[in-house]
């Protein structure tokens, strides 16, 4: 996905573009990172708060969404911290929900979860008006497009350069992400334009990939 400023793919904020070092969180956020959920109840019932943050501002949930334990242990992590009242819905200092964390990283199981039993809102915009279904398009996490649009993702949200989440995805060239968000919304997404006045089609010319196909099959021509 391209990052806000123009040029290159920026696929997360810069406090997860790396590991996290021992000063970056408490005892929760590294249970609930290792999918740890026999501690991390442990620690929740001793009163570690579960919507603690670290100098990033991110909660012990939005290391659980990055999925270090597996998709299943992230899940089973999150739930516990919604059993016991964490709000899915914080921002981190870039505006980062759990939701955009798991979806940017591509952890379907944990967008389920976050989703379907964590009660977590589907189109929630970050600093730079991207949802999670933005990012997930951008980075061709199909399995994790696929949880967000059953979720009920806004397929027409924008972002703050007005683009959808098919300008993403046509832009870096993943044909089947184009085809699922085509296959949930009308094909005038095809002719939407950014601030910039991109089509689709011009944003996957652009960088150098095919248009987004058509969500309607060709019809063939009768002889």
Do not use: Y
């Not at 026999?38 to 909660?59: F, M, N, P, S, Y």
């Not at 703050?160 to 870096?172: D, V």
Request: glycine fraction near 12%; charge should be neutral; proline fraction near 6%.
């Amino acid at each position: 996905m391209e990052a806000i400023g123009g040029g290159g793919r920026c696929c997360c904020p810069a406090s997860m573009q790396r590991a996290p070092s021992l000063e970056d969180g408490l005892p929760l956020h590294w249970a609930c990172l290792g999918g740890q959920v026999h501690a991390a109840e442990q620690l929740i019932r001793a009163d570690w708060d579960v919507d603690g943050r670290d100098k990033h501002g991110q909660t012990p949930a939005h290391w659980a969404a990055r999925g270090l334990a597996g998709g299943k242990g992230a899940a089973r992590v999150l739930l516990l911290l919604a059993e016991f009242g964490a709000d899915m819905g914080l921002q981190d200092c870039r505006g980062f929900t759990p939701l955009h964390v798991a979806s940017q990283r591509g952890q379907a199981a944990a967008v389920e979860a976050l989703l379907q039993a964590a009660g977590a809102a589907a189109s929630p915009a970050d600093e730079a008006g991207a949802t999670p279904l933005h990012w997930a398009a951008g980075n061709g996490h199909e399995p994790a497009v696929l949880e967000l649009l059953r979720g009920g993702a806004a397929v027409d949200a924008r972002d703050i350069r007005a683009r959808l989440a098919l300008h993403c995805a046509a832009a870096a060239g993943e044909e089947r992400v184009c085809r699922l968000l085509l296959r949930a919304a009308p094909a005038a997404q095809l002719l939407a334009r950014d601030a910039g006045g991109e089509t689709p089609d011009r944003a996957a010319a652009r960088g150098g990939s095919k248009p987004p196909p058509s969500s309607q099959p060709q019809s063939r021509q009768r002889r």
